[in-house]
């Protein structure tokens, strides 16, 4: 979501900018980047998430993101009232680890909390864990699954569908070039057949 409403798409930014400014009492709120280096980043961009729901539903249904025919399949998961029910209950149910990285983050004594927390995550987790089988089993569908695939549309460019140039040579197949062009005199020696 941060690739397509966030830094890299102008157009779906500016949209998603004006829609998080009204949602959030004229204040600009954007996407958290996921850090490896922060204790919880990935956790803490989650929430950030979740808080931008409407921002980000009201930014799909505007006239001016449907006039660009683009991003259909992230926009069906982002539609798709069980992708908000499992980010919830992840949020949920996992909000007492984060709390417990965060306290590793931090610069201060605070082995009260940590043990507060690790109760809580020890107290949290099984009583969530129901909830979160079954809500994922009816989101995880195949039209879902598609739509979260790697190479889905957020991380392609507006023309691009792959790496390969016009010869169909893929620059990282470097090493294989004799197999690339071995393989291609065999296609059209069946075409001459």
Known sequence: MRNIFGSTRHSPKAMFEKYSRQHN???FL???KPSECRMAGEHIALLRLLRLKDALRSTIMSKEFIDLRI???DCNVLMNPDFWNVLFVMCRALYA??????LAGQKVPAMDKLYYYVMQTDRMLPMYIADAEKITAKFFSGQTMVAMEPNSSAGLGNNDTSDEDED???EDDGDNFGEVLASSDDEDSDDDQ
């Open 71 to 73: 991003f259909h399949g």
């Open 25 to 27: 009492k004229g204040i």
């Open 168 to 170: 169909g040579y893929n």
């Open 30 to 32: 954007g996407f958290i």
């Open 97 to 102: 680890p984060m709390r417990v990285l965060r």
